[in-house]
């Protein structure tokens, strides 16, 4: 699986959009973007994936560049609840290869 | 969506002796497990595939005798830490992998917060 880039921490007000970025840079082509986040002492929790196009659902909304090589996880009205820590993976979709957590993005949340 | 579970979800137990861990898929069939441990402030770490009826693959570093990995059924997979010590202390997880529909998507169990004194 390629590795990915992410930053240590962020932070974001409640109520406002919080844009998690990601580089996938050595992606290749049948491989998707996924996004997991982490929330204190609970098993990772699934939150959308994708190829090439933006994805939404009802969690965030994915935001892939044309190139592929990064992409921007948005959640798009923070909560406190939202706090966690969040991790992008790229592989490949529908297969049985193992996943391999990088070091995420410590997102906090502001009241 | 699919549920796996883990028992217990905490234990605590002395040197020397051994904790196993169980993880099951509650809806749905999984061929493949996988276990994951986490330190403090850490990532989550493979420790191991677990395939129904064969034997584990062990990421290398990970002590095979130390770690017994269990794959009886398609729902259940344990997880035996032999005489645990307090480095063994972590938080570990498990995820399993869907049979049907094709979707092979893993799903994470809640984890397993293990101390020992």
């Known amino acids: 699986d390629a590795k990915t880039t992410q930053p240590p921490s962020m932070d974001c007000a409640e109520g406002r959009a919080a844009n998690l970025p990601c580089n996938h840079s050595?992606?290749?082509?049948?491989?998707?973007v996924y996004w997991y986040r982490q929330i204190h002492s609970q098993g990772p929790q699934y939150i959308i994936h994708g190829l090439k196009n933006n994805e939404t659902n009802e969690m965030a909304s994915l935001i892939i560049t044309e190139d592929r090589k990064s992409s921007t996880l948005i959640l798009p009205h923070a909560t406190l609840r939202d706090t966690a820590v969040y991790y992008c993976i790229v592989r490949v979709a529908f297969s049985a290869s193992k996943i391999i957590f990088g070091s995420g993005t410590r997102l906090s949340i502001r009241p | 969506g699919a549920v796996v579970s883990q028992h217990p979800s905490w234990v605590i137990c002395k040197s020397g002796t051994s904790v196993k861990i169980e993880c099951r898929s509650l809806d749905f069939q999984a061929t493949t497990m996988f276990w994951y441990r986490q330190f403090p402030k850490q990532s989550l770490m493979l420790m191991a595939t677990s395939n129904e009826g064969s034997k584990a693959t062990y990421e290398q570093g990970v002590e095979k005798d130390k770690f017994l990995i269990n794959h009886a059924s398609l729902t259940l997979s344990t997880l035996t830490v032999t005489s645990a010590h307090p480095e063994d202390s972590s938080f570990y997880i498990c995820?399993?992998?869907?049979?049907?529909?094709?979707?092979?998507?893993?799903?994470f169990g809640p984890g397993t917060r293990l101390t020992v004194l």
């Open positions: 050595t992606i290749s082509g049948n491989e998707y």
């Open positions: 995820s399993a992998r869907a049979l049907a529909g094709g979707s092979n998507e893993q799903f």
